[in-house]
């Protein structure tokens, strides 16, 4: 267990699921202001443009941070071993420039509401691929992330938000908040 206060003026490792909703290139942007120079953010999603444009800001505040744009087909088909190979590909090109982290943070921020798409009742494939978005792909990264070798001596941080729920109403939420507590 860790404290509940983090210094994010290290030389971070920070990867951001789910950069899609409103307040994810706020959210990165200031999270990033933090971290000192040497920094890396892996931003991961299935849409190119919204992770290019977090890319754009973060590379405005000047901190000599790399950010790699990381996009995937479906939340669905993404597992352990996709995930291993995406983190290990950055961490690689790190590594061959001398990175040395003193913190590994992941933030998942996923945003959708189970009403928002789906309508009860519906069939049970759709509610298995809400799951599957929703906790399997988080625990997946989760796993690839806490169990990477180079990270084995340095602080994790692990963060589960939904920033929707700031932005929709929360009328039927026990399938979000069951994932999320999950």
């Known amino acids: 267990m860790t404290s509940l206060k983090q210094d994010l003026s290290k030389r971070t490792f920070f990867v951001l699921s789910g950069v899609t909703n409103v307040l994810s290139k706020p959210l990165a942007v200031e999270i990033c202001r933090n971290f000192s120079s040497g920094s890396v953010v892996v931003l ?28 995937i087909q479906t939340w669905k088909d993404t597992n352990r071993t996709r995930f291993q190979q995406i983190l290990n ?65 340095i602080t994790k941080l692990v963060v589960n938000i939904t920033s929707s729920l700031m932005i ?11 994932c999320l507590s999950a």
């Open 168 to 178: 929709r109403p929360s009328v039927y939420n026990t399938m979000m908040c069951s």
């Open 44 to 71: 991961i999603d299935l849409h190119e443009e919204s992770m290019q444009e977090i890319k754009k800001e973060i590379e405005l505040l000047e901190r000599d941070i790399k950010v790699f744009c990381t996009p």
């Open 89 to 153: 590909a950055i961490l690689n090109k790190c590594n061959s420039s001398g990175c040395n982290f003193e913190l590994a943070f992941i933030l998942h921020n996923e945003g959708t509401m189970a009403t928002d798409d789906l309508m009860e009742p519906s069939a049970t494939d759709e509610w298995l691929s809400y799951v599957e978005q929703h906790l399997h792909a988080p625990v997946a990264l989760n796993r690839a992330f806490l169990h990477a070798p180079q990270f084995s001596k």
